[in-house]
């Protein structure tokens, strides 16, 4: 379980995170929702060390995170799979070399005990075969897909996802978020994504924070999420034509 | 303000850099990645222009020196102490602070805007110690071989020039290199190269790491490191030459 407390980050004399506090569950799939600049990306990156918090603090299973050294993150760090929105595969690595860099860098594995790990993280994002594949030679949904198995090969206890189906096709996006589900679900982790995708909000939503203007505006799950009254929620959940005629 | 703010900065990411890296095998496999990138990949352009240089050198220094009483052999001399002296190590560490440092500039640069750093970082791992230090030892290592070749070929160079133009007597000109040569010359040289490869490399990695922004700003990062690192280099070279040789 990850604990935020009171969190508030600025930059410059703007407020963009105000005040959150919140709890991303074991087991989950925690969905940050929230316009395009309403400080998901943000309270994210202060989730995950990226950004010092000004106030508050983050809590990963009651050990400290925030505003501590990077000597003393690194242990949580090593239990936390990160991934970004384009990705951030290392170009100059194999899809293979990609996946294994986390396993060179934090264990004493051996190369046989590592090509294993590749490949069974591999075969869970259904790319089987693509291990001496570059970043350069993959489409969008692999390179998502290559990321998830990057950040899954140390068996983390927490995933972050950063707008993890943005830029892909529907039906590619489903499949990404299917994928963290179930990953989710077979590794027992703590999974938090940021997302503006209503269809993942539908689909995964087990818990979702609804952020707006950088404040916790609503909490509630896929269930809640069309029955609320919250105006602001409203306005972003039916926004568009769609979800309008699915709401009448 | 601004200069003293990035001024700090660097130093910072220096000092993180140098910092005994978290697995010793991952160090070895970028440094030897970096000799490979940052020295081998230069051989080419090195051998044109030091052979072109020395040859030019070589002619200009037949076409100033006309007099009877000054021997041939002056001119092999003073081709090899321009070489040794400026030539190679500081025109050369400039054409490899174009080549090198744009490299350096634009890739962790793309790093940057791509989240590649913010990965590293999330993963524990310390970025300048990871993709900095292995680039900064690998040129501090190989610059100087890259010079010494750079050396040799101007030589040839303008030995080669000699023949063909017949404008320098062969035996002259082996006279002339053979000359009252003073070890301390390449002693000099080497130390210049040493420290130009640690501006190019430290400043252009430090421009790249603070690209904020898009391929626009990556772009102007690769020249800024490629002026700023010129500069650096024609600077330090009057400090160390007024500390060296006077």
Not at chain 2, 134 to 150: E, N, Q, R, T
Request: overall charge positive; aromatic content about 10%.
């Amino acid at each position: 379980m990850i604990e935020v407390k009171n969190i508030s980050k600025s930059f410059g004399n703007q407020l963009i995170v105000n005040n959150i506090s919140t709890t991303f569950e074991e087991g989950k799939t925690n969905l940050i929702i929230g316009q395009s600049g309403s400080g998901k990306t943000v309270l994210m990156k202060c989730c995950i060390g990226l950004y010092d918090v000004d106030s508050g603090e983050v809590d990963f299973h009651g050990r400290r995170f925030s505003n501590i050294s990077d000597k003393r993150r690194k242990h949580i760090r090593q239990e936390m799979g990160v991934l970004f929105q384009g990705g951030a595969l290392f170009d100059s690595l194999t899809v293979e070399d990609n996946i294994m860099f986390p396993l060179n860098m934090f264990t004493e594995m051996g190369i046989k005990e590592k090509k294993e790990r590749v490949n069974f993280v591999l075969e869970n994002v259904n790319l089987t075969g693509s291990n001496n594949k570059y970043p350069a030679e993959l489409s969008g949904g692999m390179v998502k897909r290559v990321a998830i198995a990057r950040a899954i090969s140390l068996m983390p206890k927490y995933l972050f996802a950063d707008e993890p189906n943005s830029g892909l096709d529907p039906k590619t996006a489903e499949r990404i978020d299917e994928l963290l589900s179930s990953l989710t679900k077979k590794f027992n982790m703590t999974t938090v994504i940021n997302t503006h995708d209503m269809n993942s909000v539908l689909q995964i939503g087990e818990k979702i924070c609804f952020i707006n203007h950088g404040k916790l505006c609503w909490e509630g799950d896929k269930e809640t999420i069309l029955k609320t009254d919250k105006k602001e929620l409203n306005d972003f959940v039916f926004a568009t034509e769609l979800t309008r005629r699915i709401k009448r | 303000m601004n200069i003293l703010y990035q001024i700090g900065e660097y130093v910072v990411m220096v000092l993180q850099a140098f910092k005994r890296p978290d697995k010793g095998f991952v160090f070895r496999r970028q440094l030897l990645y970096d000799f490979k990138r940052l020295g081998v990949d230069s051989i080419s352009i090195i051998s044109i222009i030091s052979l072109f240089t020395g040859a030019i050198i070589a002619i200009q220094m037949a076409y100033n020196i006309d007099s009877p009483f000054i021997p041939k052999s002056t001119i092999g001399f003073s081709t090899r102490q321009m070489l040794v002296l400026e030539i190679s190590p500081t025109i050369i560490s400039l054409i490899l602070a174009g080549k090198v440092g744009s490299r350096i500039a634009s890739e962790i640069g793309t790093m940057r805007i791509t989240e590649q750093i913010d990965a590293l970082r999330v993963m524990g791992v310390n970025p300048p110690n990871f993709l900095v230090l292995p680039k900064i030892v690998a040129a501090m290592l190989y610059f100087p071989v890259l010079i010494v070749y750079s050396i040799f070929l101007g030589i040839l160079g303008g030995w080669i020039m000699g023949i063909i133009t017949g404008l320098i007597p062969s035996a002259d000109y082996i006279i002339g290199i053979q000359s009252w040569f003073d070890p301390f010359t390449l002693t000099y040289a080497m130390i210049k190269t040493v420290v130009f490869a640690f501006i190019i490399t430290s400043v252009s990695a430090y421009k790249g790491y603070t690209v904020k922004g898009g391929s626009v700003e990556v772009g102007q990062a690769s020249t800024e490191a490629i002026v700023v690192s010129s500069i650096l280099i024609i600077f330090s070279d009057l400090i160390l030459t007024q500390l060296l040789l006077t």
